[in-house]
Nanobody, 117 residues
Framework: QVQLVESGGGLVQPGGSLRLSCVMS????????IGWFRQAPGKEREGVSC????????YYSDSVKGRFTISRDSAKFMVFLQMNNLKPEDTAVYYC??????????WGQGTQVTVSS
């Protein structure tokens, strides 16, 4: 019932920046948390950043803390991930994610981020 569409990925040099966007549509009422996951080649999908809808508390994985910032534009039903000082190990497919308190999850199709010289 909820659709998530990511954009903004691409190729960037180490130390560069990208901003990912996610547009939400459908039955978006009563979502519990919204955020971003990523999956690098040969690795399992991991949580990157998310926020609690109810209290706006944010979470960042240790590997991105201080470099990435999550934000949202509620009027446009969008969530963003500003990624600064990118490193080669940030290379992955990034997925927008949302869930309900019941545990039901929604996923976007993913957008590729490649950090390389």
């Amino acid at each position: 019932q909820v659709q998530l569409v990511e954009s903004g990925g691409g190729l960037v040099q180490p130390g560069g920046s990208l901003r990912l966007s996610c547009v939400m549509s459908g039955f978006t009422s009563n979502l519990y948390a919204i955020g971003w996951f990523r999956q690098a080649p040969g690795k399992e999908r991991e949580g990157v950043s998310c926020f609690s809808v109810s209290d706006t508390n944010t979470y960042y994985s240790d590997s991105v803390k201080g470099r990435f910032t999550i934000s949202r534009d509620s009027a446009k039903f969008m969530v963003f991930l500003q990624m600064n000082n990118l490193k080669p190990e940030d290379t992955a497919v990034y997925y927008c994610h949302a869930d309900r308190k019941s545990g039901y999850e929604y996923w976007g199709q993913g957008t590729q981020v490649t950090v390389s010289s």
